[in-house]
T-cell receptor, first 116, second 115 residues
Framework: GDSVTQTEGQVTVSESKSLIINCTYSATSIAYPNLFWYVRYPGEGLQLLLKVITAGQKGSSRGFEATYNKETTSFHLQKASVQESDSAVYYC?????????????FGKGTSLTVIP | GALVYQYPRRTICKSGTSMRMECQAVGFQATSVAWYRQSPQKTFELIALSTVNSAIKYEQNFTQEKFPISHPNLSFSSMTVLNAYLEDRGLYLCGARDRGNSDYTFGSGTRLLVI
């Protein structure tokens, strides 16, 4: 089926250290999957962080970047130097057309805590 | 810009009663609306996808009889949780998109507590 698997649970990183949150996807019924990272800050709704719709391309936003790798079906989120304000829950997501519907699937979310 | 409002933000209902939640799109046409539920310790599960002029598509484990959805125009959708029980508690998220846009805009969610 179509699904997203990402680093689960909580991740704690010290400020100014690097971060990677793993994400892999399965798109068995979606011909051209689009990949997304969403972020949810405490008390707020989901916000789009970045998206990539073409395999091989890299998306970036607010210092975060992710590369759409079709060979490894991965879309890992990375940041070279995290800040305390990056503490939030991050969701990897997959979208694409299937039988005429534009489906959208989320990973389970990764809670990032950045400690000063 | 494109915004999606959901209300109420949080609600409590007694076990066995029903609760209706609403989703309002502002700044774009909500051709498709997707409803999700995030149960405690779980991800956002897709409940159903509603596209104007098409039948509402429910995912496995979710039914119209339990989660009836209305999508009467291009700016509004509602979903009711009928006969709510403890397992229905969680955050219900609405996402909407325009026909020509693959990106969904999400609301802040309605948090349902069942007592």
């Amino acid at each position: 089926g179509d699904s997203v698997t990402q680093t689960e649970g909580q991740v704690t990183v010290s400020e100014s250290k690097s971060l990677i949150i793993n994400c892999t996807y399965s798109a068995t019924s979606i011909a051209y999957p689009n990949l997304f990272w969403y972020v949810r800050y405490p008390g707020e709704g989901l916000q789009l962080l970045l998206k990539v719709i073409t395999a091989g391309q890299k998306g970036s936003s607010r210092g975060f970047e992710a590369t759409y790798n079709k060979e490894t079906t991965s879309f890992h989120l990375q940041k070279a130097s995290v800040q305390e304000s990056d503490s939030a829950v991050y969701y990897c997501a997959l979208s694409g057309s299937n039988t005429g519907y534009q489906n959208f699937y989320f990973g389970k979310g990764t809670s990032l805590t950045v400690i000063p | 810009g494109a915004l999606v409002y959901q209300y109420p933000r949080r609600t409590i209902c007694k076990s066995g009663t029903s609760m209706r939640m609403e989703c309002q799109a502002v700044g774009f046409q909500a051709t498709s609306v997707a409803w999700y539920r995030q149960s405690p310790q779980k991800t956002f599960e897709l409940i159903a996808l509603s596209t104007v002029n098409s039948a509402i598509k429910y995912e496995q484990n979710f039914t119209q009889e339990k989660f009836p959805i209305s999508h009467p125009n291009l700016s509004f959708s509602s979903m009711t949780v009928l006969n709510a029980y403890l397992e229905d508690r969680g955050l219900y998220l609405c996402g909407a998109r325009d026909r020509g846009n693959s990106d969904y805009t999400f609301g802040s969610g309605t948090r349902l507590l069942v007592i």
